[in-house]
């Protein structure tokens, strides 16, 4: 059998710092959460104000009201290091893909759909089968589908910048030098809680996406992002 290429080296290079990144960023957000699982909206909000909602688990620390008469370990100092060491390492890594994607029409070439996948009938025709938990078709054995695509393109143009930017207008300092991207989000507090709510966005799109990478075969998928190439099947004559 001959071997066709799948992946290019910097696709796989971005996309398993991407996946290290994003770990040490759950991990840590986790962490950092539970020394305040309280959220809030507009500019202010701490111990004594009332919250928009709150996780219900115990904090890390004694002085945040939870309603449990214990408070976890507190890991808050080195969770915050990792946790803006790993954002970096993601915005880096994200600008060095979109760059390269750009220029080289990744983007166009693999993940804008198809004129012929713009319909509603192609898009149902793929959710229907991934909800019958069916094996992908031939033809998405080197190509994404439709829905794979659009997936993705939610994930790269306004997950990932979205949770970047919530990330950066939690920080004194960001909100020092451009103010006006703050107050758009509704202040700090509301920032807070938007990074909230599209980190959750991005565990259920990992947990599909594992999902969906076991169905269609984990081994042949976990071959292509590490070597690039996967195995042609033989043609039928």
Known sequence: MRRNPRHSVLVRV?????VISFIALLVT?????ISHPRFYWGEV??????????IP??????????????????????????????????????????????RTRHFGTNLFPAPE???????????????RLAPPEDADSNS?????????LLVVFFFFPFVIWTGLAMSSG????????????????????????????????LLVHVAMIALSGFGTRMREMITGRTIARPERT
């Open 57 to 102: 688990i115990p904090s890390s620390r004694s002085t945040v009201p939870t309603g449990y008469a214990y408070v976890l370990p507190d890991q808050n100092g080195w969770s915050r290091y990792l946790h803006f060491e790993a954002a970096w390492a993601l915005v880096l890594t994200g600008l060095v893909y979109v760059v390269s994607g750009l």
């Open 14 to 18: 971005t996309h398993w710092i991407t």
């Open 174 to 205: 960001w909100n020092a030098a451009v103010p006006w991207t703050v107050d758009f989000l509704g202040g700090r507090q509301s920032a807070r809680t938007l990074h909230f709510f599209v980190s959750i966005g991005l565990v259920l799109f």
């Open 29 to 33: 957000g986790v962490e950092i959460l």
């Open 45 to 54: 909000g701490n111990s004594l104000t009332p919250p928009l909602f709150q």
């Open 144 to 152: 994404y589908n439709v829905l794979q695509r659009v997936t993705y």
């Open 117 to 131: 996948d713009r319909t509603w009938r192609a898009f149902s025709g793929v959710i229907a089968r991934h909800l």
